[in-house]
């Protein structure tokens, strides 16, 4: 008995030192672990609330620890806008693999389109939006925005038609996102575009090209 008794006792500063709340982080999960902190920040609350102090208090570490990873606030939206693109790059290729008339290609890849901005609308408003002034330092950023507008083109064939369906969708999900029309959004939810997208996109695309 005077063995576990002094078995419980030694254990005790190490478990005093540890709350429910910690999370210990190595090598790379910590890079991650910040990341995911300010996902969740700017989807649950918004930008304004996005601060590398509020990233590392809910990633539980100390705050000088996002600047191992994160110089300075504006990398960390960089960072979140790259992976936006990436996400939603990988949408369209996604909705590019189902074939079918032109009319249906356009309407998956605006669906697909459409569905990423209902489901991260915060990344979706810091990707294309002004939080993001000085983008002409992070040439990345224009890569990655290109290569959405370049995969929707190489889905459907047709550069020019591409372009043209970008700028549609993307034009529907910011007056969208902005509230300025309804889609059935305010009523229902943002999980109600992709199908209404698709209805607008059908007949806006629905003459026959020569």
């Known amino acids: ?25 190595h090598h790379g999960d910590l890079r991650n672990g ?22 590392a208090r ?5 705050h000088a620890a996002p600047y191992r990873h994160f110089p300075n606030h504006e990398a960390l939206l960089v960072e979140l806008g790259l992976e936006g693109f990436a996400e939603l790059r990988q949408h369209i290729v996604d909705a590019g693999k189902v074939g079918g008339p032109e009319s249906d290609r356009i309407a998956n890849i605006g669906a697909a389109y459409m569905r990423f901005v209902a489901q991260r ?11 993001l002034p000085n983008r002409e330092k992070f040439p990345a950023l224009s890569n990655a925005a290109d290569a959405v507008g370049a995969e929707i083109g190489a889905s459907l064939s047709d550069h020019n038609l ?11 999900a910011m007056l969208v ?16 575009l992709p199908s209404r997208s698709e209805i607008l996109l059908r ?4 003459t026959k090209r020569d």
């Open 34 to 55: 910040l990341l995911e902190a300010a996902r969740s920040i700017l989807e649950e609350q918004d930008l304004s609330a996005l601060t590398l102090r509020a990233v």
């Open 121 to 131: 609308p915060a990344v979706a408003r810091l990707m294309f939006g002004p939080q």
């Open 1 to 25: 008995m005077s063995n576990t008794s002094n078995d419980s006792i030694s254990q005790k500063p190490a478990q005093r030192g540890r709350t429910s709340g910690d999370r210990a982080y």
């Open 177 to 192: 996102l902005e509230n300025v029309i309804d889609l059935g959004q305010r009523r229902a939810g943002l999980h109600v």
């Open 203 to 206: 007949s806006l695309f629905s």
């Open 162 to 172: 591409g372009l043209a369906v970008w700028a549609a969708v993307h034009g529907l």
């Open 58 to 62: 809910r990633a539980g570490v100390s």
